[in-house]
């Protein structure tokens, strides 16, 4: 069964860091392009940043560019996301999600975590 698992979020004012982190189980990490996703209240859930297996393809949000940096570490089936700066539209539900190397669409999802940023 796999399992995806959020911590880290929580209340910071405008311009403070958190660091997400999203613990897999249950699957083959490495096999998995490991992605961060973002809901606000009465938006659609959107893209943040995506790492590829080994961490030689990143992408990110043109929002958070500069901002947020994403992470793995296949040892520990960890992915991180590492947020500076925030700001109050940074304010969301934050959702860890894996995709198959063969597939095109994320498979899995974490239950997501929190993060509200004051101004």
């Known amino acids: 069964q796999v399992q995806l698992v959020e911590s880290g979020g929580g209340l910071v004012q405008a311009g403070g860091s958190l660091r997400l982190s999203c613990a897999a189980s249950?699957?083959?990490?490495?096999?998995?392009?490991m992605g961060w996703f973002r809901q606000a209240p009465g938006k659609e859930r959107d893209v943040v940043a995506t790492?590829?297996?080994?961490?030689?393809?990143?992408r990110y949000a043109d929002s958070v560019k500069g901002r947020f940096t994403i992470s793995r570490d296949n040892a520990k089936n960890t992915v991180y996301l590492q947020m500076n700066n925030l700001k109050p539209e940074d304010t969301a539900v934050y959702y860890c999600?894996?995709?198959?190397?063969?597939?095109?669409?994320?498979?899995?999802w974490g239950q997501g975590t929190q993060v509200t940023v004051s101004s």
């Open positions: 999600a894996a995709r198959s190397v063969v597939r095109l669409n994320y498979d899995h």
């Open positions: 249950g699957l083959t990490f490495s096999g998995y392009t």
């Open positions: 790492i590829n297996w080994n961490g030689g393809s990143i």
